[in-house]
């Protein structure tokens, strides 16, 4: 006689869900961090040298507006020599 019955061991009908469950974790602890403040805000020196320019009113604009209203880095008005 021959026993052609198949048997489902408990293991294999919980691992989907310990995939679904890992998945879910992995897809929540990626989107936490976009829920906090933003760690370096637009209004902060950027470095040291901004912050001294800045206090002695000799900042230079980061970006100026090119023909058509674009923003452009302000090179050459921050590369120039200073007198």
């Known amino acids: 006689m021959r026993n052609d019955t198949t048997i ?4 294999s009908l919980g691992r ?7 998945v879910l974790a992995t897809c ?5 961090p976009g829920c906090q403040k933003q760690l370096f805000p637009e209004k902060s020196p ?3 040298f901004e912050t001294y320019d800045t206090l002695r009113l000799q900042n230079q604009p980061l970006e100026i507006p090119d023909e ?3 923003p452009q880095p ?10």
Do not use: D, H, M
């Open 68 to 70: 058509f209203g674009n």
């Open 28 to 32: 929540s602890c990626a989107l936490l």
């Open 16 to 22: 989907p869900r310990v995939i679904v469950v890992a």
């Open 46 to 48: 950027r470095s040291q």
């Open 74 to 83: 302000a090179l050459r008005a921050r590369l120039t020599p200073q007198n």
């Open 8 to 11: 489902c061991s408990r293991g």
